[in-house]
């Protein structure tokens, strides 16, 4: 997955990190073009071995060739190429988001597909509002700038639920109190948004997700210091802002 750079998104992720009487909150919005790099061509091809059952023809037995045909995803069947690759996107899109952890083994049933756009903007928004933050949505125009990057309305939604001890969000060891991870995914253009936020209860030590001042965050490869570091591409928007296809080979 390859990061994309978008100035528009600088005021809106700093406006996204701020403080409540409650808690403090850690947001971030980033896009992303769903082409391959190196370690996601080795992510392809593990999750293609491990769900596709032609390719592992020769070593499965019957029975559990049938079990990978009959597994039923947020995606639709895993058997389905489109549906192998839209898992692929999503764990690739975890570990480019952040780069210290490896989502390899995550599994189809830690997602859930929403029933709409609608639905996700309005719970969004109600939790910006509900913490004092309408500024994001009324002054920034944060839905605006996202749809201009990816078109909410040829997207589809998918939500990322992993078990407690495996969250990212929730590394603080149980200092997290509230946490969301939506991924907004439009097909034609082959781009995802990523949109996730976290709030954090007040007084808990935490490694902030990057530079509350400005907005930027670490954008180097080799940054170790938290989870809430992300990779960023060295080109700009023009030359980024176009998904290719897939080569796998």
Not at 32 to 38: D, L, M, P, R
Not at 88 to 94: D, H, K, R
Not at 226 to 247: E, T, Y
């Amino acid at each position: 997955m390859k990061f994309l750079e978008y100035g528009g998104m600088d005021a809106i992720t700093s406006a996204l990190n701020f403080e409540t009487p409650e808690c403090k909150v850690f947001g971030r919005v980033e896009p992303y073009s769903c082409k391959a790099a190196g370690a996601d061509k080795k992510l392809y091809k593990q999750l293609e071995h491990k769900y596709d059952p032609t390719a592992n023809s020769n070593i499965l037995s019957p029975p559990e060739d049938d079990s990978i045909r009959n597994i039923i995803s947020p995606f639709g069947p895993m058997d389905q190429p489109a549906s192998r690759k839209t898992l692929f996107y999503l764990i690739g899109t975890l570990n480019a988001s952040f780069p210290d952890y490896d989502f390899s083994d995550t599994k189809p049933e830690h997602f859930r597909k929403e029933p709409s756009v609608g639905i996700v903007v309005n719970s969004i928004n109600a939790t910006l509002f509900n913490h004092g933050n309408e500024r994001v949505v009324k002054d920034l125009r944060i839905w605006e700038s996202i749809d201009q990057l990816i078109d909410l309305e040829d997207s589809d939604v998918y939500s990322f639920n992993p078990d407690t001890d495996s969250d990212p969000n929730d590394e603080e060891g149980g200092g997290t109190l509230w946490s969301f991870n939506y991924f907004f995914y439009n097909r034609k253009l082959k781009r995802i948004i990523y949109f996730t936020m976290r709030g954090v209860a007040n007084g808990v030590p935490v490694e902030e997700d990057g530079d509350e001042e400005d907005g930027n965050f670490s954008n180097t490869d080799d940054d170790q210091d938290g989870v809430g570091h992300r990779r960023k591409g060295s080109s700009n928007m023009d030359d980024d802002f176009v998904a290719g296809d897939m080569d796998m080979s």
